[in-house]
Structures are given as C-alpha cells and as structure tokens.
C-alpha cells in the first residue's frame, strides 16, 4: 500500500489493546479541543477542567448526566437491536415522538387513574405506538422492497408533524394564552424521583431495558437466529432462518423502546407534551450506538460521557463563554478519534524494511 | 471475559475523568451575578443578539458581573442550565424564550432567594417576573413603510412559530400597511424554527415566486434580507437593524433595544425595590423601536411613520383600534374599541388580509 508502511491484520485483539486505544482516542480529542481552547485565547487546562467539573464534578452535575443519558441510552439500544440484524432503522427519533405521543394520549384521557395504573397504561401506549413506527417501514421494506434507510427517515418528520399537529390544535393547553402545549400532566402521570436523589425511575428501565436485551441476545435462540442473520443475510436464508419474521421483530422492538424514551421525557422531565421535546436524541442515538459497537453495557457508557460532554459544556460556556458550537465541535472529535481508533485495534502498523 | 475487561478500562478512564471534577475551588464574589440564557448564538444579529446587547451594558455597571449560555434547548436543558446558574451563586437569571417559563418556574421554586425574569411568557412567582415589550407597535411602522413601497401589492412575511407573539406581529404589520395601501395583502410562510438561516432565506424565495416584493420576518437570522437583496427587492429586518446585510433592499427594521430595561432591573434588585411583576413595555420606553429608515423611501412616508410613531408614544393612537375584522369577515375587535392586553396576549387569528393559516 505504501513504500514505508505496512498494514497487516491483526490475528488477536486483546482487551487491554482496545482500552489503550480508546483512551488513547479520547485524550487526543481532549488536546484537539485545549488546543481550539488556547486559540481562541482561553486557558486551554481550565477549559478542560470546567469541564469536567460542569460534567462529573459534582453529585447534582452526575444526576443531571444521568438524567440526559437516559433519553439517549433507550433510543441507543433500540437502534442497536435493528443494527444487529442489519437493518438501517434512522426512525428513532420518529418513533420517540411517537412514544411521547401514545404516552400522553394516555396520560390525558385517563387523568383520574392512580399512579400504579396510568404509567403501565402509558407505557404500554407509548410501546405500542413506537412499534407500529418501526414495523410500518419494516412492513414496507419486506413487501414493496422498500429502502428502510429512506422510509424511517421520511417517517421521521411525519411523526414530528403529527405530534406538531396535535400540540398546535387537539391538545393544546385551553389556558396556555395560544401556546403549543398540552395541559400539565395529572400527578399520578409523573414517573417519580429515585428516593432523595434528582435521577426519576427512566434510569432503572433504562438498566432492565438494557439486561433484558443482553439476555436475549446472549442466551436466546431467537438472539442467536438474529446475531446470525445480522452476519450474513444470505447465509441466514440458506439455513432456512425466518428472516422476515425477525425484521418484523426487530423494527418493532427497536420502535418500542425509542418510543419508551418518548414516554421518559414526557413524563418525567416535561410534565407535558410541547414541540421542545424533540432535540434530537434519535440521531443523537445512532452515534452512540456506533461508538459502543452495539453492545448493550458500552451503550450505556457512551450514553454518559455524550450526556456529559453536553452538561459539561454548559459549564464551560457559563465560565469562558466560548461558544456554544465548541460542544459540537469536541463531540465531533471525540466520535472521529474513536472511531478512526478503531483501525488500530484491528490493524497493525509496522515500518516496511527496506530488502 | 474479554468484553468484561474492555468495559473495565471504560469505567477506569471514566472514575478518571470524575476524579479530575470532584477538587473545586469556590471564589466568593459580592459582585451582582447576572445570568442570561439564549435560543441561539449571540453572533446571529438577531433576538439573542439584541438581548446580548442588553447584557454588555450592564456588564460594564460597576460590581456586576455577568455570563451567558447561548443556543439551550428549550426544555430539560434550559431547566439545568438554569438551575446551575442558581447554584453557582448567580443573583438574577434573564431567560429569553417563551420555552423558558416552565422550566424557569420549576427552578425559581428551588431557589426562593435568586431572582427570575422571564422574557415572553406570562407566569410569575414570588421570585420570578416576566417582561416583553410591544413590538407590535414598532411592527405597524414598519408595515406603513412596506405597504407605501410595494407595487405588487404583495407582502412576504417569514415566520417562526404559530403563537400569539408572532401572529400579533404579523396582524400589526398588516394593519400598518393597510393604513396606507387599503390594497396590500400579507403572504405568511412558517418556517417552524426559530434561527435557521437556510430554511429562512429558503422560505423567503418561496415568497418571492408568488410575486412578493417585500419580505418581512419574523426570525432571527439575516436569512429572508438575502433573498430579499438577491431579487432585487425591499426587505423589512427584525431584532436589530439588518441594514448590514441587504443595503439596498432593506428599508427599516422593527428593533429591540434591551439595555434600559434591564439596566432597570438590575438596580432595582440591587436595592432591594424589585417586584414580580409583569413588565410590558412599548416604544414609548424605547424598548421597541424603528431603525433609521432607507433614504430610497420618499420623504413625505417617512414623515407619515414617525408622525405615527409619535402618536403611539402619546397614546393617541392604539395599533389594534375597531373595527377589526379576521380573515373571515367575523368582527373581532368592535367600532371605537381597543384591543386589551389579554386579548393581545391570546392572539390566535389573523386580521383581514392576511393569507395563510395560523396553525
């Protein structure tokens, strides 16, 4: 490939190889960023402890990770679970909608319901909502041969319309002076805080969520079939595998738990449903999904230290005042470095000898 | 086993990165601590411009100091950057999206002794007061200049949002051009967004093509003056003066001019005479205003607008005076009559002329 370097694939790939190469990525994104720091005349050392200090310093900073992350992590998982098998799901942020939607729909027609019922009644509204988003393209991509890429992103902006729609007109708060809102949800709708502490109950789905799809994948013959599928689709076929069945599977299961995000943020972090709602978290999830190379545990670590770039940098613009695009710009360093590290944990770089 | 190991070194760098934030270092200020929270970055020339104008004159009041987080998220974000400003000991926190106010609302009730103002909504609490002023005035002037200049007879107005700040702007602008082109009608594109520069200048095109030939907007980015330039006709600014941008289509701009105001609030709060109330202040406090307006507009319409203006900062003329008719034809404000500041505020339908829905 070159006069002077070679690449050759690597036969093991030790665990501490890829720990170095991870934190040998981040600490490089991290000297990019003091670098953009100090160029813009701030102190490049502060910047970076601000921070992390705005980030992790502090109990309340680590709860509000927390409570960013949890958004992030189900959409994360979900998309995951459709990547396995291979199939492009873009809809999360579709799907969340949808989920917030089911969820309040829910919330405001059965207002006089006790806690212990209306939020399963949510929850099951919202699931059933985010799987028909997802198994709508699946449907479509099985009968009509249509690209599920283009179809869950198209169905993106309609869920995001629909859900415009209903603010805007049906739903809207007869008190909120005009304002795109629905009424404050009933008290018994609200997910609850964690005993004492700032994080609400989104975080334990988010854990049973994540062990439960573990599971299935590790242990499951249905998993198995997926994991295998997801390999070669050809194969997969050949060995008879119901693969048709399994992308109906997966659609509607990665809808599902992008729409139980849905029901998290409207539930527990808005009180209501409002067009603010949608920041991108459905993207945002596919990034993360990538990062952590689908695996469940890593999702979540991802999920954090994205959650927590994005409080962090709040604290550093309070602080310097650097604008608010630096956030982007370290979030987009940090994906490429990881991403690029990657190279080096299955490759190998060596010096040609000359002969 | 390997996974395991791999998610072992994570979690190291990760208890790494928490144990450099946990040593902080607390520096004890008497200064006044003034927070602001932004929609979108400061350098747009827009809304959060015109408020961060605001704040680099009171940054320079002695014993205050101030900061600003631009571009929050209307939602959870703004309630954590706001509740962060609290706890990092900031006296009074400015938050400038109608988005704001619950979250504000949430965070105001956490921290009794912080003072809240929140820009465009209308709740308030023991510590928190809401404030706008009435553009709708310096809408209408600007509507007088865009109804005498247009020969199509067709007003482009970009928008952002169906609520009522943005529809009441829009009927006010309506009825100043019509005060002097019975004529003029106003074509209204929502652009669902408040700073988006693309999707702006994309809207005003759009405006274009059906043979507009002055584009107003109410959006944050210089975006529809471009467009405006670009085709060879006149524009109307929003926020500050966008002259800067399209000189030879831009004939005036409706402004804000922040800095009284909140030079007011800060020395209220200072000396202790600050109340929760909700400040609604017009041209006449000059919180509102009219840019200088383009020479290419003739002489005698520039004396007419400011005649009008003086008008409304003597009170002799109400911009929403009866009769008013909707699009309809259905009387909504009554022969002698004045629109009230609640029914201004619930602004949820657009005066004859307009064309466009208001959803």
């Known amino acids: 490939m070159n006069q002077w370097l070679r690449i050759t694939k690597r036969q093991e790939r030790p665990a501490w190889r890829s720990c170095l190469v991870l934190a040998g990525a981040i600490l490089f994104s991290l000297a990019v960023s003091a670098f953009l720091l100090a160029v813009q005349g701030r102190p490049p050392l502060r910047g970076l402890w601000l921070l992390f200090q705005g980030a992790y310093g502090s109990l309340w900073a680590i709860e509000d990770c927390l409570n960013k992350a949890v958004p992030i992590y189900l959409c994360s998982l979900g998309v995951a679970v459709a990547f396995r098998l291979q199939v492009w ?25 006790p806690a212990v019922f209306l939020i ?56 909120s002076f005009g304002f795109p809102m629905t009424p404050i949800f009933p008290p018994a ?51 008879r595998l119901p693969y048709s069945r399994l992308v109906l599977l997966v659609m509607a299961l990665s809808g599902a738990l992008a729409g139980w995000a849905g029901f998290v943020e409207a539930s527990a972090t808005l009180n209501r449903l409002q067009p603010s709602i949608m920041v991108g978290y459905g993207y945002t999830a596919i990034v993360v999904a990538w990062l952590a190379r689908l695996n469940p545990l890593y999702i979540g670590f991802a999920a954090f230290l994205l959650a927590g770039l994005r409080v962090g940098v709040e604290n550093l613009q309070l602080e310097l005042q650097v604008p608010a695009a630096f956030g982007q710009i370290m979030e987009g360093l940090i994906l490429l470095s990881v991403l690029a590290g990657g190279f080096f944990i299955d490759y190998r770089l060596s010096l040609r000898r000359r002969s | 086993m390997r996974k395991w190991i791999t998610g072992a070194g994570f979690a190291l760098v990760l208890s790494m990165i928490f144990w450099c934030g946990t040593a902080s270092a607390e520096e004890a200020a008497k200064e006044l601590k003034v927070g602001f929270v932004y929609v979108s970055p400061v350098g747009d020339a827009g809304w959060s ?138 074509r209204v594109v929502w652009t669902k967004t408040w700073y988006d520069p693309a999707t702006e200048k994309e809207a ?49 701009a409706a402004v804000w001019n922040w800095a009284p105001f909140y030079t007011e609030m800060v020395k209220q709060v200072r000396n202790g005479t600050w109340e929760p109330k909700a400040y609604w202040y017009g041209i006449e406090k000059g919180i509102v205003d009219i840019s200088t307006i383009n020479d290419i507009v003739p002489q005698e319409i520039q004396k ?50 307009v064309v466009g829905t208001t959803e």
């Open chain 1, 89 to 113: 799901n873009i809809g999360a942020e579709g799907q969340y909608a949808l989920g917030a939607v089911g969820a309040t729909w829910a919330a405001l027609s059965f207002p006089g319901l």
């Open chain 1, 120 to 175: 399963p009644a949510m929850m099951a509204v919202a699931f059933a909502a985010g799987a028909l988003w997802g198994l709508i393209p699946a449907i479509l991509k099985l009968r009509m041969r249509a690209n599920e890429i283009i179809v869950t992103l198209m169905l993106n902006y309609i869920a995001i319309l629909f859900l415009d729609y209903l603010v805007y007109g049906p739903w809207k708060d007869p008190v």
């Open chain 1, 189 to 239: 709708a609200v997910i609850d805080r964690i005993g004492g502490t700032g994080l609400h109950w989104g975080l334990a789905l988010c854990v049973v969520c994540g062990l439960l799809i573990w599971v299935f994948f590790r242990f499951t013959r249905l998993g198995y079939e997926l994991k295998a599928s997801g390999e070669n689709v050809r194969a997969a076929r050949y060995a």
């Open chain 2, 49 to 186: 411009y015109a408020h961060d104008q605001g704040r680099l004159v009171i940054d320079e009041m002695e014993g205050v100091e101030t900061a600003y987080v631009e571009k929050v998220p209307e939602g959870p974000d703004a309630e954590r950057v706001m509740l962060n400003m609290a706890r990092k000991d900031f006296d009074l926190v400015f938050a400038t999206s109608f988005g704001y106010m619950d979250p504000m609302l949430k965070v105001a009730q956490r921290f009794p002794d912080v003072t809240f103002m929140h820009c465009s909504g209308f709740k308030t609490a023991d510590n928190m007061g809401n404030y706008f002023g009435r553009m709708y005035q310096a809408r209408y002037l600007t509507g007088m200049v865009a109804g005498a200049m247009t020969e199509s007879n067709v007003l482009g107005f970009v928008a952002a949002f169906p609520i009522p700040e943005v529809i009441r702007g829009i009927n006010a602008f309506a009825l100043g051009a019509q005060a002097v082109n019975p004529d003029a009608t106003v």
């Open chain 2, 204 to 252: 005003a095109k759009s405006l274009l093509d059906i043979g507009a030939d002055v584009i107003a907007q109410h959006q944050d980015s210089p975006g529809p003056q471009e467009a405006a330039q670009e085709q060879g006709v006149y524009s109307i600014g929003y926020n500050t003066d966008m002259r800067a941008f399209a000189p030879k289509a831009h004939l005036v």
């Open chain 2, 304 to 353: 007419q607008v400011l005649e009008r203006k003086g008008e409304i900062v003597e009170e002799k003329f109400h911009v929403f005076s009866g009769p008013i008719r909707d699009q309809k034809g259905k009387e909504r404000i009554a022969e002698g009559k004045t629109a009230t500041d609640p029914e201004m505020l619930g602004m949820d339908w657009f005066v004859e002329g």
